[in-house]
């Protein structure tokens, strides 16, 4: 069975003003959380370690290693 984009995570390479969609999908896992994020809802990430997150409060808790 054949799954959508809708039905699967993305791949991304996160850049400093933005992302490059590697393979295609409609959302990306936090990476503290694990929650799922839309694309169109995606506005946090680490460039350094390649990884989403969900919120500002997660992303700076995170880059503070706090997460």
């Known amino acids: ?3 959508s984009s809708a ?3 993305a791949k991304l390479a996160y850049g400093p003003n933005g992302f ?5 999908g409609h ?4 990476a503290v959380t694990g929650e ?6 995606l506005r946090y990430w680490s460039v350094e370690r390649q990884e989403p997150y969900a919120s500002a409060e997660i992303a700076t808790k995170r880059l ?3 997460a």
């Not at 490059?20 to 295609?24: A, F, H, T």
């Not at 959302?27 to 936090?30: A, F, K, L, R």
């Open 1 to 3: 069975m054949l799954m």
């Open 7 to 9: 039905d699967r995570p």
């Open 20 to 24: 490059r969609v590697l393979s295609s």
């Open 27 to 30: 959302y990306v896992n936090c």
């Open 36 to 41: 799922k994020i839309a694309l169109e809802f």
């Open 64 to 66: 503070l290693g706090q």
